[in-house]
């Protein structure tokens, strides 16, 4: 069976700082993993997904296959980054298994 | 504008009294599915459909029916809303072996 965990529900920091949200995922084969984010009162949306190795808004997920992680990161984080982070696995091309998700709070 | 449309956004309603929430996406998607949202256990799947006439269940489908007569649409039927069933609701919808859903704006359901 395919799970993600997301260890922080909560994670706050202060602009400026780097920022790091983990993500770990159980699935035996070659799955593809995704994060997708919520700012308030907005539907979600894909931030980004492995197979790209794009960044977006600042944010990289870098797939570690060895130990089963795909954390994101942002160097320098900003206010309006402040939202809610899942991260998201599929093996079957279209079903998406979610984390528990994590809300990021970017102090001023 | 292409888009996934939920209706209603709100709802607030009694133990037992049947509800249906609509879905419809105007992309022409073959895959839709329905997702709760529940503080602490994220986003878990109840329903999905890989075309017309073809559902399947999620993690979570108990309490719950789907329907897909039209591509584009996809309600979620709740026969008899328990309070545990108290949650807010996505539909999502992607291409067929596409792993890019697109997501609704989100139904907040409440059972009394």
């Known amino acids: 069976a395919q799970r993600v965990t997301q260890p922080e529900k909560l994670l706050s920091v202060f602009k400026g700082a780097p920022v790091e949200l983990k993500c770990n995922y159980s699935?035996?084969?070659?799955?593809?993993l995704f994060w997708y984010v919520q700012y308030s009162r907005q539907r979600l949306q894909l931030l980004l997904r492995?197979?790209s190795r794009e960044s977006i808004k600042g944010f990289t997920a870098d797939l570690n296959k060895g130990e089963t992680s795909f954390h994101l990161k942002k160097p320098f984080a900003q206010e309006e980054d402040s939202a809610m982070y899942y991260c998201?696995?599929?093996?079957?091309?279209?079903?998406?298994?979610f984390g528990e998700g994590t809300q990021l709070t970017v102090n001023p | 504008e292409a888009q996934v449309t939920q209706n209603p956004r709100y709802l607030i309603t009694v133990t037992g009294k049947k509800l249906t929430v609509t879905c419809s996406q105007n992309?022409?998607?073959?895959?839709m599915s329905w997702y709760r949202q529940d503080p602490g256990l994220g986003l878990r799947q109840i329903y999905y459909?890989?075309?017309?006439?073809?559902?399947d269940k999620g993690d979570v489908p108990e309490g719950y029916k789907v329907s897909r007569k039209e591509k584009r649409n996809f309600p979620l039927i709740l026969e008899s809303p328990s309070p545990n069933q108290t949650s807010l609701y996505f539909c999502?919808?992607?291409?067929?072996?596409?792993?890019?859903?697109?997501f609704g704006p989100g139904t907040r359901l409440t059972v009394l």
């Open positions: 699935y035996s084969g070659s799955p593809e």
């Open positions: 998201a696995l599929t093996a079957s091309g279209s079903r998406l298994t």
């Open positions: 992309m022409n998607h073959e895959y």
């Open positions: 492995h197979i």
């Open positions: 459909s890989m075309n017309v006439e073809v559902t």
């Open positions: 999502a919808s992607s291409l067929r072996g596409s792993v890019t859903q697109y």
